[in-house]
């Protein structure tokens, strides 16, 4: 039997990137998967590859900026499926600048989708989670919320700000055997990542003792083992996935 046979998840962000292949590596596991993404076109695309892989899967358009929008997700995933097992909290943006530069609507923009984000949807997920007395929460922070980054003061601000969710959300929700963790992935090959120069790309790779940079596979691996059986006694845990980056 595979391990989530029968289970149901939400991934935000699962348009592309690290988001898609977290779809791809839970729906190999026999979950179905509620693709969520404010680009509809690409979740209904990645649906569609579920849906080819043999699981249940549907799109649904979501700003999770937005309360009212993660609620509607929730409500669309609890109307097709009638549970939701696991909650993986990927979306995120960058809107990168030195601090002197920085204007107030790119420090907004990034705090609001990657950290009230991640509250929204777990805000709009608790009563289900609840009322089953079961769920794992898996939320996407980084390790620049651990260790700060040069003009990413916003996003690094934000995905801190994840961590110390995470882990009060997890003292929050244990006692109704609701398990919330982070994974905080290093340099990572994705379509964000492509566009940093050439100079940063090697002042990240000197600094990674396995000197290459990680893969959305890598961090799909992780997202697995945290939204499986085999985690169950794992809760408001950030787990690296940096190659040794930050140790």
Known sequence: ????????????????????????????????????????????????????????????????????????????????????????NNAGITRDNLVMRMNETEWDAVIAVNLKGTFNCIKAANRVFFKQRFGKIINMASVVGVMGNLGQANYSASKAGVI???????????????????????????????????????????VIPLKRPGTPEDVAQVTLFLASPLSDYITGQVIQVDGGMLM
């Open 1 to 88: 039997m595979k391990l989530l046979e029968n289970k149901t998840a939400i991934v935000t962000g699962g348009a592309r990137g690290i988001g898609e292949a977290i779809c791809l590596k839970l729906a190999s596991e026999g979950c179905n998967i509620v693709v969520s993404d404010i680009d509809l076109e690409g979740a209904q695309q990645t649906a569609e590859n579920l849906q080819k892989a043999g699981v249940e899967a549907i799109a649904v358009k979501t700003n999770v900026a937005s309360l009212e929008d993660a609620e509607t997700l929730i409500q669309a995933a609890m109307d097709k499926f009638g549970k939701i097992d696991i909650l993986v």
């Open 164 to 206: 110390g969710l995470t882990k009060s959300v997890a003292k929050e929700f244990g006692s109704r055997n609701i398990q919330v963790n982070a994974i905080a992935p290093g340099y990572i090959e994705t379509e964000m990542t492509k566009k940093l120069p050439d100079s940063a790309k090697e002042a990240f790779l000197n």
